[in-house]
């Protein structure tokens, strides 16, 4: 599998327009980086759309989960 050039410079823009809009966002997923990334801690998620209703789930990480994210950040 190949990677495009200028997919991926288009989804470094994005990237960067969502950390502009966003900074409280990506600064909240550091600190879980820096101090809850491991085995047994749980992760809540809710959504709730512009008509008012939500989606909930948790997920409980792994150590294969806190693996994985840890050889992303490598790369």
Do not use: C, W
């Amino acid at each position: 599998m190949a990677i495009n050039p200028a997919a991926l410079m288009k989804a470094k823009a994005r990237y960067g327009i969502f950390k502009k809009q966003h900074p409280k966002f990506l600064a909240f997923l550091g600190a879980i980086n820096a101090k809850m990334l491991e085995p047994g801690t749980v992760i809540d998620v809710k959504v709730t759309g512009s008509d008012g209703r939500t989606i909930e789930t948790n997920l409980r990480l792994t150590p294969e989960d806190v693996e994985s994210v840890r050889m992303f950040k490598s790369k």
